[in-house]
């Protein structure tokens, strides 16, 4: 799921600024605090240079979120948060602030950017929203290439995972009681 968001504003008036958040939706560890912090500057840096190039707020924010999806650090393309299964569902969604035209895909695997995704959704297609087997199938007809859901996986989310099913696990024999 990408829950880091850019927001892109500018003009030809004044100078293009970009907010970036990501990594706010759980606790951080103290270790990976800083790791984090440079994700979201590098985030940060690459949607400013696509907008000082003269690019559009939407170009600028996919390329933030990209970044944000190929790290690790976040829980957005590898990095995600697994699903029960131990297996990587994505989301994502983006927005033309001019038009309001919307993209956005759902459950979608074997992507590693689903943002990418959800932009072609909003141009390409006259839908704003597509999920599962239906966005997998317009992903490979757009082109996109496809990445062993394996390498999405993290071992930080596997150990989650499994701490979570034991603490579930927990909780369920304790009502049995």
């Not at 190039?53 to 990209?66: H, I, K, L, N």
């Not at 970044?67 to 927005?95: R, T, W």
């Not at 704003?128 to 007809?141: H, R, V, Y």
Request: hydrophobic share 40%; proline share 4%.
């Amino acid at each position: 799921m990408t829950l880091s968001s850019p927001w892109c504003l500018g003009s030809v008036d004044m100078n293009p600024v970009v907010v970036v958040h990501g990594g706010g939706a759980s606790n951080i560890s103290e270790d990976r605090k800083e790791r984090v912090r440079r994700g979201i500057v590098r985030a940060a840096t690459v949607g400013y240079s696509i907008l000082q190039e003269g690019a559009s707020a939407v170009d600028a924010v996919e390329g933030a979120v990209t970044v944000l999806e190929d790290d690790p650090e976040f829980n957005a393309g590898c990095g995600s948060v697994l699903n029960v299964n131990g297996e990587v569902e994505m989301d994502a969604s983006i927005m033309d602030g001019k038009d309001l035209s919307a993209g956005a895909v759902s459950a979608v695997r074997c992507v590693a950017n689903p943002i990418k995704l959800a932009r072609l959704v909003m141009e390409k297609t006259p839908h704003c929203f597509l999920t599962n087997q239906g966005a997998e199938k317009f992903a490979a007809a757009m082109g996109i290439p496809e990445i062993p859901g394996e390498k999405l996986v993290t071992e930080r989310n596997k150990k989650h995972l499994e701490k979570e099913k034991r603490e579930k696990g927990a909780q369920k024999s304790d009502c049995e009681k």
